[in-house]
């Protein structure tokens, strides 16, 4: 039930380079830091399918994401080229959480359990649609998994070091009802 409790190897996704912007190079980049333009104070970072390392300048914002240059890319057939890359940072990279907070990337691989010490399952994802994070949770050998808000009647305890997280199920998940919160694969 237990897992590293180390953060190394593990990524961080930061943003998107959602398009080229103009004519000289610049790419549109659509970024998840907490403030968007602070993505560029973390250095070169990695691209999800390799690749050389990619380096920001944020030169400004619009509605549909931030301006920034790329370092080594210096007109629109380059910054056409990197149209879909993630960027990620390694996770030791990143400043610690806040008492409460954590980095999505922390709680993947956790083993959820109840109260009583009932292995629910493994947190496959975390994900937001905007009302608050949700815990995807797969059950040992299903295919199908829960969800669980992610919110303090229902998450009772994350343990990084011991690598669990207990939850208190809502009723109607706890009980296994068909009406169950559940998402396909």
Known sequence: ??????????????GHI?????????????????????IAGYGALERESGGPPVTLVVE???????ICRVEGVNDRDGAEALK????????DRLPPPEEGEYYHADLVGLSAVTEAGDVLGTVVAVANYGAGDILEVRPEGATRTALYPMIEDVVRAVDLARGVIVLA?????????EGAAEADD
């Open 169 to 177: 199920p809502p009723d109607e998940v706890d009980a296994g009802d």
């Open 1 to 14: 039930m237990s897992r590293k409790s180390t953060t190394a190897g593990r990524r961080v996704l930061l």
């Open 18 to 38: 959602i398009g080229a912007h103009g004519i000289r190079g610049a790419v549109l980049v659509r970024s998840y830091t907490a403030e968007p333009d602070a």
């Open 84 to 91: 879909g890359c993630a960027l990620y940072v390694a996770r």
């Open 60 to 66: 400004g914002a619009t509605a549909k994401g931030l």
